[in-house]
């Protein structure tokens, strides 16, 4: 399976999963929410645009404009887009959304402040995550700032997956009430720390840190890169 394919593959889940029904999370991550503030509170909010690129059901989205930012918010599921829209219009938000791969993004060069990306890039494969990342850095103003969360290569998921290409783990199995529950299927990329610092090359203050927590009485552990950087 080439890369387009294991791509569409995972994006088709993601459709599925959405129209299914599937339950996202309704609150903002908080390092996300400190992301925000710790770059923008200082400016003038409501001339400040945010990106949210792979927003899903739209969490980020609703809580930036609720806090009066202007937001733009993308996804390649348009079933999460639809879904994302009818909860902003219920909350009388106006969010510009679209349908669209992170990696091939509708905006002209230097059109955001900021660009937040949580949860998304590891489901892509690894031309298509470096990719985006160059979309992060030609949709950014020079001095604005992004917040990109991606899931690493201590994750349990990379335990729960066959490898499948370089860094890409195909998760084979599920298991009830875990929360890869539902990636069974997809294709996973999950890098070390020095693959991150190559993609992120072109941007400065890149600052990587690392998240964890465990899962079923400590047995598993979650492991993500919080990766903080400006243009
Ligand atoms: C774990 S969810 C995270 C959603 C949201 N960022 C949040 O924090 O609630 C991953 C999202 O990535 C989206 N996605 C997967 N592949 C994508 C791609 N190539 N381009 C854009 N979005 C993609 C999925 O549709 C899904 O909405």
Redesign the pocket.
């Known amino acids: 399976m080439n890369s387009e394919q294991k791509?569409s593959q995972?994006?088709n889940q993601?459709?599925d999963l959405?129209r299914d029904g599937l339950g996202?999370?309704r609150y903002p991550?908080s390092y996300a929410v400190r992301w925000l503030f710790g770059n923008f509170s200082r400016q003038d909010i409501s001339q400040t645009h945010i990106l949210?690129?792979?927003?899903?059901?739209g969490?980020?989205a609703i809580m930036m404009k609720q806090e009066g930012f202007q937001v733009t918010a993308?996804?390649?599921?348009q079933t999460?887009i639809d879904k994302a829209q009818y909860w902003a219009t219920h909350e009388g938000l106006d969010i510009a959304f679209s349908q669209?791969?992170?990696?091939n993004q509708p905006f002209p060069d230097q059109s955001f402040d900021g660009i937040l990306c949580?949860?998304?890039l590891y489901?892509?494969a690894p031309d298509?995550l470096a990719q985006?990342i160059r979309e992060i850095y030609r949709l950014l103003k020079t001095g604005g700032s992004t917040f990109v969360m991606i899931k690493n290569d201590r994750d349990i998921r990379k335990i729960k997956g066959e490898s499948c290409g370089p860094h890409q783990y195909k998760i084979t199995g599920d298991e009830e009430g875990q929360p890869w529950n539902n990636e069974a299927g997809m294709s996973l990329t999950l890098l070390p720390k020095s693959e991150i610092e190559k993609y992120f090359s072109d941007f400065s203050h890149i600052r990587i840190e690392e998240v964890t927590s465990t899962l079923k009485d400590s047995k598993y552990l979650e492991a993500a890169w919080l990766i903080y950087a400006q243009k």
């Open positions: 791509n995972t994006e993601w459709e959405y996202a999370p991550n949210d690129m792979g927003t899903g059901m969490r980020h993308t996804d390649h599921s999460a669209a791969s992170a990696e949580y949860g998304v489901y892509l298509k985006s």
